[in-house]
Every structure is written in structure tokens, then in C-alpha cells.
């Protein structure tokens, strides 16, 4: 449990977190469980409207025929006992039908039934010749001559539809007398050609604007098979306005390709072997569904990343603030403690001074020193702070002169002298051998950046009481070392030392009180030099930094003899 609480405690992130993307997920289970029953509702829904368009596009075919059909066949029974027949050819010219090829009058007698056709030119009706017409509608007539000549009673007149002949089609409708016998026939050969490519594409342009938006008529295909199952007639809803003209290209082109018909079923009254399909040309309603429910998934899916990404960045923005926050209170904290010490010791001092406690010259030299040397580490503490303010609002410039860097380290370390000697420290100085380059630097700023170090290796050398400070020319620069034998810096903080506020959060060098900007602030004075900075540290074995400041142009610029 205790460990649980610190870990908590530690990433308080995940403290938010949690209760906010469980309910999500909780959420987005849900949905998913929604989708799938959409899409199988979906897949439903799409084929009834499939099969009640295709139920629409039946029904307007037998209303149709089966209106037309009874208007221009319903002739009364006198009308065919006239020798003429003018009645009737008259009457077929009234009510002329596009669907109807060629009508006719089928009147039975003692002999064999009389046939006559209905010429549209002519306006007549004459004597039907031997054609495959006038033998189809002979055959027809078969089965009607029996029940006229057995006078056969019947209840009404009804259309009846011979389509064993497919070439030949009839349609026809018994002339019944005022005893409500058969008398005759009257009827029509179908004109195929007039329903393939006028009438039935016509009805489907009027019909599929009534069941589908405008967006999806161009994946609407209706089709037309015959009784093998051959592909007759295929229109597309694409462009209701033109879709009778493109019909017959549609029916005689690409015959091959296999389109979809999800929903498929007979005729009634006419072409009743004829099957009409209805569909989709590039999928089906379940494809469809599942479709819709792939792109609903993944918007979910979207929209769930993007609220967790909403959340992670707001609490990751919330932690860093809590971070900051937290580091600003410590840093208070140890600029507060880092202040009060140098300022009770000048405090002491001078009082035992003022009270004429300490009147041995030498010893009036020696506290003089040591108000001195604490009032350079007050200044040092106070210059830290305001530079970082500088640095921090983009203020900060530096005085960049052309010289020998060394006076100002060794005037660093002569101020530490007081320090040093009450702390027990040695700080081993090693001064460079030979002349160093000239290098453009600051020298109040430089002797900060090196002062820094020297205090950070004073602060964490542990048992150890030696610091050692070298200068050296190389890598076409100067390098400025300061080393200690103290505790160390762990390897995976050596990367984090130079960042503002940052301070190792465990060991031995986090017990050590400091304000967290010495070392960010000697990075950003080295690199506005030009230079870099580095550490190399083992733990228990102590740590080295190093400053690399590179030679001025006049320093490089080769000898003229």
C-alpha cells in the first residue's frame, strides 16, 4: 500500500488521469456495441428499401399494362357480331397502346375462330395471314374455343397473358355476351423492344428519385434477367433526367459484367419470366453497413484519441505547473537559507566589532576578511539571481573583450581564501604552463560561471577537503577544469544538472541546500561565449567540470614575418 501511495504521489498525473479515461472507455465499449446493432439494422433497413422500391417498379408495370390493356380491349360483345368489324377498329384506334404491337379480334364460330389484325396504318382490321403472330395467337385461342364451344358460363372478364411463345407475347381479354358467354377474344402481341428500352427505364427514372437521394442514385443499379438468367436490360439512377435515352446502351453493353442484385423477383401480369433486380453497383447493403461501420468506428476512435490527448496534455500542463510550482517554493526556500547564513555571520561579526569585543589588529584583519569574503558570497548569490531574471526576459548582454582568461580565475579563487582556510579546503591551483590564446569573453561574467563551479565543488566534495582548478590550451581554445573527489552525480542526472531549478532528487546531493540556478547559469554563459560546457562524474568518486572556450579569429589568424 505505501508503495502504491508513493507511486501516486510521484505521478499525480495518473491520479487524474484514471477516473477520466475509464468512464471513456466505458464509453467507447457502448458505441462499439451500438455500432454493431446499427449495422446489422442498416444492412436491414437497406434491402427493404431495395425490395419496396423494386415492389414499386412491379407495380407501376402491372398497373400500367393491366389499365392499358383492359381500355383498348374491353369491346362490347354486338360489336363482333357485325360482319365489318368497323366498330372495333375504330375502337382500337381511340385507345391506342404503345405496348401493344399488334392488336386483334379473335371471334369463334361454328368452324374455326375468325382472326383479324389491327393495321395502325390502315385503320382496318384484316384477315390474319399465315405469320408466327397469327400462329401464336391461334394457339391461344385453343383453350378458349373449348370453353365457347361447351358454353362454358363465366363469372367476369379477365386479362390473361400467353408467354409460352417469348417472341410473341399475348395479352388477352374474353368478350363475354349478356348470358356471360364466351363470344370471342380480343388482345395485343407485346412489344418487347418498347418495354426494354422506353417504357420500364422511364418508370425506373420516375420511381428510384422517390426512394433514394440524389447522392446515391449513381450507386443504384436496376437489372432485367430472362428466364435463363441472362442479363437483358441493366439501368443506372445516375442521371434520372437521361436514364431512358442511356437504357438501351446500358441493356447491350458490357453484358458480361456482373452487377449486383440484392434484391430480385418476377413480374406480374406481363414477362412474367423476366426477373428485376435492384441494387448497388459496387457492394451490398451488408458491405455497405459494414462500411458505415468502419468509418463511424474509427471517427469514434478519433474522437477518443483526440479527448485522451486533450486530457494528457492538460494534465501534463497541470503537473509541470504543480512541478514548477513546487521547484519556485524550494528555490524560496534555499535562496532564504543561502542568505541568512552569510547575513548572520556579517550580522555577528560586526556587532563584536562595533562592541570593541575584538581590538587585536590581527584579529580586526581577519573578521574584516571574513566580511568581506561573505559579503563576495552574498553578492554572488544575488548577481545569480537577478542574471537568471535577466536571462529569463531576454536582457541579459555581455561585454565581450579579447584577453587572457587566467587573472580572472585566479582572482576567483583568491576569494575563496577566507573559506577555504576556517572549512579546512584545499583548492589546488593550477595555473597553464605556457601562454594561452587570446579568447573574447566577459570577465565579470566568465569569473561568475567559474566561481559557481568552484562553490558546487566546495558544497559536494563530502569527506573530501580538495578541490583542484586547472587551465589548459587545447582543442584550439582554453579549457578550464574544476574537479573534486565529493560525492558524485548520478549518470542518469549529468544530462539534467544544467536545466533551471533542476536538483538530483536523491542521495547525498539532494541533503545539500542550493537554489538550483548556479549551473544553469553557467551554461548559458559559456554558450554565450561561444563555448560548451560538460560533466563527467562517478558516484562515490567525485565529478569534473570543464569549460571550453574557443580562440579569437586574431589568435588563429597565422604570423606574418
Known amino acids: 500500500m505505501s508503495n502504491v501511495r508513493r507511486f501516486l504521489k510521484a505521478h499525480p498525473l495518473w491520479v487524474g488521469f484514471l477516473p477520466v479515461i475509464l468512464p471513456l472507455l466505458l464509453l467507447l465499449g457502448m458505441q462499439y456495441v451500438w455500432l454493431v446493432r446499427l449495422e446489422e439494422a442498416s444492412a436491414i433497413a437497406d434491402r427493404a428499401a431495395l425490395a419496396t422500391c423494386r415492389d414499386a417498379i412491379v407495380s407501376e408495370v402491372l398497373y400500367e399494362y393491366g389499365a392499358s390493356a383492359e381500355r383498348l380491349l374491353n369491346v362490347p360483345a354486338y360489336d363482333l357480331q357485325k360482319p365489318g368489324l368497323e366498330r372495333v377498329a375504330t375502337h382500337f384506334a381511340s385507345r391506342s397502346f404503345a405496348g401493344a404491337r399488334r392488336p386483334f379480334v379473335v371471334r369463334f364460330g361454328e368452324d374455326e375462330p375468325e382472326i383479324w389484325f389491327y393495321h395502325a396504318e390502315t385503320g382496318t382490321l384484316e384477315a390474319a395471314s399465315d405469320c408466327d403472330e397469327e400462329r401464336a395467337v391461334t394457339l391461344a385461342a385453343t383453350s378458349w374455343q373449348f370453353l365457347h364451344e361447351h358454353g362454358v358460363e363465366m363469372d367476369a372478364a379477365r386479362l390473361s397473358v400467353e408467354e409460352r411463345d417469348p417472341g410473341n407475347r399475348i395479352v388477352l381479354y374474353p368478350i363475354l355476351n349478356s348470358s356471360r358467354r364466351l363470344v370471342g377474344l380480343t388482345g395485343f402481341v407485346l412489344d418487347t423492344g418498347w418495354f426494354r428500352t ?315 541546500k542550493g537554489n538550483g540556478l548556479g549551473l544553469s547559469l553557467v551554461k548559458h554563459i559559456v554558450e554565450a561565449h561561444g563555448g560548451r560546457v560538460a560533466v563527467s562524474s562517478v558516484p562515490g568518486s567525485g565529478s569534473t567540470f570543464t569549460i571550453r572556450l574557443p580562440a579569437s579569429e586574431a589568435s588563429q589568424a597565422p604570423l606574418s614575418l
Open 198 to 512: 422506353e417504357f420500364l427505364p422511364r418508370v425506373v427514372g420516375r420511381i428510384l428519385p422517390k426512394f433514394f437521394q440524389r447522392s446515391a442514385l449513381r450507386e443504384i443499379q436496376v437489372t432485367v434477367s430472362d428466364g435463363g438468367g441472362r442479363r437483358i436490360l441493366a439501368i443506372s439512377g445516375e442521371r434520372p433526367g437521361e436514364i431512358a435515352r442511356a437504357a438501351d446502351e446500358a441493356g447491350t453493353a458490357g453484358e458480361n459484367t456482373p452487377l449486383p442484385q440484392e434484391v430480385s423477383g418476377p413480374f406480374s401480369l406481363v414477362f412474367t419470366d423476366w426477373s428485376l433486380g435492384i441494387g448497388s453497383r459496387r457492394m451490398t447493403s451488408e458491405q455497405w453497413a459494414h462500411s458505415n461501420f468502419g468509418f463511424n468506428l474509427a471517427l469514434s476512435l478519433l474522437t477518443a484519441l483526440i479527448l485522451i490527448a486533450g486530457i494528457v496534455l492538460a494534465m501534463r500542463t497541470f503537473s509541470r505547473e504543480m512541478r514548477l510550482s513546487q521547484m519556485k517554493e524550494d528555490f524560496v526556500s534555499n535562496v532564504s537559507h543561502e542568505l541568512r547564513t552569510p547575513v548572520a555571520s556579517i550580522r555577528v561579526m560586526g556587532e563584536f566589532l562595533k562592541r570593541g569585543v575584538v581590538t587585536a589588529p590581527e584579529k580586526i584583519r581577519e573578521y574584516g576578511a571574513f566580511i568581506e569574503s561573505e559579503s563576495r558570497r552574498l553578492t554572488q548569490l544575488i548577481n545569480n539571481i537577478l542574471d537568471f531574471s535577466r536571462i529569463e526576459s531576454g536582457q541579459k548582454t555581455y561585454a565581450l573583450s579579447e584577453g587572457d582568461p587566467t587573472p580572472v580565475v585566479a582572482e576567483v579563487l583568491k576569494s575563496f581564501d577566507v573559506q577555504t582556510r576556517d572549512q579546512g579546503f584545499e583548492i589546488v591551483w593550477s595555473p597553464p604552463e605556457k601562454p594561452l590564446p587570446l579568447v573574447r569573453f566577459d570577465p565579470e561574467a566568465l569569473g561568475q560561471a567559474v566561481y559557481n563551479l568552484v562553490d558546487n565543488a566546495i558544497k559536494y566534495s563530502g569527506e573530501s577537503r580538495r578541490v583542484e582548478v586547472g587551465m589548459t590550451n587545447g582543442d584550439g581554445g582554453v579549457t578550464i577544469r574544476v574537479s573534486d573527489r565529493g560525492i558524485g552525480i548520478p549518470r542518469d542526472e549529468q544530462d539534467r544538472i544544467f536545466e533551471r531549478f533542476h536538483r538530483v532528487s536523491t542521495g547525498l546531493v539532494h541533503d545539500i
